[in-house]
């Protein structure tokens, strides 16, 4: 059973470019968490989504940011008009059931984005 | 509202020695609490978790951690580092209510000395 994976695991984009983050959940899961790493920081909550739907967004930035979970394909989470700020490393995670139920969620190995 | 204090961004040991990670939380609900560990360039993996059963949790690689709900404390202990163990540490919380998510601590950087 393959685990989260996440591509691509390195993306440079210039200022003003788009950024797309995939990411595959392990085989059976269909909640899906994204997260940012910013340098010297822990991880911070971004998103959460179920199959084609937006649970908790609370931590997405209000511009610019977007994600989606279509019911076929990974997650994507985009980012629009890039800025030097954006520069991160971005961790998808995934479980079987939601949060609540105390299930462990497992962490992708990451993209790691640098705007330029 | 949860949070987490990792009082320490930088601990050194010799191999060989005791590893003391410190971890406090907040939680407003009832808390599940996790250590993750992340070698660079790398995701993370989950060391143990605690989720209201036996207070002291024991994980992979010889890890363990105690819940001290007293002292609102999930401090990470071995008894005798590796090498292979330098790397980053990160405590996190999580609510036992609804979809709440993982709230993480700042990290620890763990370095090994030889």
């Known amino acids: 059973n393959a685990g989260v994976m996440q591509n691509p695991r390195h993306l440079v984009r210039r200022r003003g470019q788009e950024a797309r983050l995939r990411c595959s959940p392990m085989?059976?899961?269909?909640?899906v968490y994204w997260y940012r790493q910013l340098p010297e920081e822990g991880l911070k909550f971004m998103v959460y989504?179920?199959?084609?739907?937006?649970?908790?967004e609370s931590g997405m930035p209000k511009e610019r940011f977007s994600a989606e979970f279509p019911k076929e394909g990974p997650s994507i989470l985009r980012i629009q008009q890039v800025v030097r700020g954006d520069s991160a490393a971005y961790f998808c995670?995934?479980?079987?059931?939601?949060?609540?139920?105390?299930?462990?969620?497992?962490f992708g190995e990451g993209s790691w984005l640098t705007v330029v | 509202a949860q949070s987490v204090t990792q009082l320490d961004s930088h601990v050194s040991v010799s191999e060989g020695t005791p590893v003391l990670l410190r971890c406090n939380y907040s939680s407003s609900y009832s808390p599940s609490l996790f250590w993750y560990v992340q070698h660079p360039n790398k995701g993370l993996q989950l060391l143990l978790k605690?989720?209201?059963?036996?207070?002291l949790v024991k994980g992979i690689n010889g890890f363990e951690a105690e819940f001290k709900k007293s002292e609102t404390s999930f401090h990470l202990t071995k008894p005798s580092a590796h090498m292979s163990d330098a790397a980053e540490y990160f405590c996190v919380v999580r609510a036992n209510s609804g979809n709440t998510p993982l709230v993480f601590g700042k990290g620890t950087r763990l370095s090994v000395i030889a």
């Open positions: 085989k059976g899961h269909s909640h």
């Open positions: 605690y989720t209201s059963a036996a207070t």
């Open positions: 995670a995934s479980s079987p059931q939601a949060y609540g139920s105390g299930n462990t969620i497992y």
């Open positions: 989504l179920q199959k084609e739907n937006i649970i908790d």
